[in-house]
């Protein structure tokens, strides 16, 4: 244990902060409501952080933000299906290491029934597996879900019109790209697999 977890016994220390608008240094987290004493200790608040809004990189031990601040927030963070939770940075930094995870968690096809969204900060590692964006007037079609007129459109749709369209299995990512309060856009992107012609005899 060293001199700064040792001023907080019930909290969690972190090597760093891996998330987006916050210094890379040593922080720990805590239930501050119950360990005010050690909250006045400290003069940098920055590197205090309330437990039920953190957690940890199970690769390099830095925090991660896992409830939003801000109605644009997302994560900065993928969990896959182990219950591994890893950052941004850990991912770009070792993409062929997370390659296949990363493939297993987010591509949806005609079989599933449960669609997850990439963050958008994973659009270069699906184009580097050979995804490209479903396009509409050969622009990347931007869809919309939420509250207002015309903001209809859904994974479900979507699957339907795709697999209208192609006779081959198609693999399918549903991608992020803005989002507000009442209103969320999101890219498709497709890789169409080759079928392979069995040799006649």
């Given at each position: 244990m060293n001199e700064f977890e040792s001023l907080v016994p019930n909290g969690t220390f972190y090597e760093g902060i891996s998330e987006p608008g916050y210094e890379d240094t040593p922080a720990i987290a805590a239930n501050?409501?119950?360990?005010?004493?050690?909250?006045?200790?400290?003069?940098?608040?920055?590197?205090l952080l309330w437990d039920d809004e953190w957690s940890g990189c199970d690769?390099?031990?830095?925090?991660?933000?896992?409830?939003?601040?801000?109605?644009d927030w997302e994560p900065n963070f993928v969990t896959f299906l182990d219950g591994t939770l890893v950052c941004q940075k850990c991912i770009t930094d070792l993409y062929d290491v997370y390659s296949d995870a990363i493939l297993e968690l987010y591509i949806c096809n005609q079989n599933s029934t449960v669609y997850k969204?990439?963050?958008?900060?994973?659009?270069?590692?699906?184009?580097?597996?050979?995804?490209?964006?479903?396009?509409?007037?050969?622009?990347?079609?931007?869809?919309?879900?939420?509250?207002?007129?015309?903001?209809?459109?859904?994974?479900?749709?979507?699957?339907?019109?795709?697999?209208?369209?192609?006779?081959?299995?198609?693999?399918?990512?549903?991608?992020?790209?803005?989002?507000?309060?009442?209103?969320?856009?999101?890219?498709?992107?497709?890789?169409?697999?080759?079928?392979?012609?069995?040799?006649?005899?």
């Open positions: 501050w409501n119950k360990c005010e004493e050690y909250f006045k200790k400290f003069s940098d608040k920055k590197k690769d390099c031990n830095k925090a991660v933000r896992i409830q939003p601040d801000s109605y969204l990439a963050p958008s900060w994973l659009y270069p590692f699906f184009e580097l597996k050979g995804f490209t964006c479903l396009d509409q007037n050969n622009e990347c079609r931007i869809f919309e879900s939420g509250l207002h007129e015309g903001q209809s459109d859904s994974p479900e749709k979507v699957m339907a019109q795709i697999h209208s369209i192609y006779t081959n299995t198609v693999d399918i990512i549903f991608i992020g790209t803005a989002k507000s309060q009442f209103d969320l856009n999101w890219n498709t992107l497709l890789k169409v697999k080759e079928v392979e012609n069995e040799d006649s005899n």
